[in-house]
Nanobody
Framework: QVQVVESGGGLVQAGGSLRLSCTAS????????MGWFRQAPGKEREGVSCITWGGGMTYYRDSVKGRFTISRDNAKKTLYLQMNSLKHEDTAMYYCATARGRWCRSEGDQADFGYWGQGTKVTVSS
């Protein structure tokens, strides 16, 4: 049984930083690309970032480029999202997901992802 669990969310002031983590069990972690998504209140879920199976390629949505960094530790079966210079508009529930294959097509198309976590809430106060 595959389990995906996010952690690290919280309340932070604008300009601050947070680091999200995601563990995935029940699958061969390094066989899959991984992604971060977010859903703000009243909005649709959107792709934030994707990283290929070996970590060699990363993708970001334009609004987070230069501020967010995705990374993974395959030995620990853990995915990370370092978020710096946070803005109020980054406030959302953040979700981790496993891709259906090794590669990313972009920062994240939900159809390409199979297993999802329950999310971790990020609130950025302005």
């Amino acid at each position: 049984q595959v389990q995906v669990v996010e952690s690290g969310g919280g309340l932070v002031q604008a300009g601050g930083s947070l680091r999200l983590s995601c563990t995935a069990s029940g699958l061969t972690f390094d066989d899959y690309a991984m992604g971060w998504f977010r859903q703000a209140p009243g909005k649709e879920r959107e792709g934030v970032s994707c990283i290929t199976w070996g970590g060699g390629m990363t993708y970001y949505r334009d609004s987070v480029k230069g501020r967010f960094t995705i990374s993974r530790d395959n030995a620990k079966k853990t995915l990370y999202l370092q978020m710096n210079s946070l803005k109020h508009e980054d406030t959302a529930m953040y979700y981790c997901a496993t891709a259906r294959g090794r590669w990313c097509r972009s920062e994240g198309d939900q159809a390409d992802f199979g297993y999802w976590g329950q999310g971790t809430k990020v609130t950025v106060s302005s």
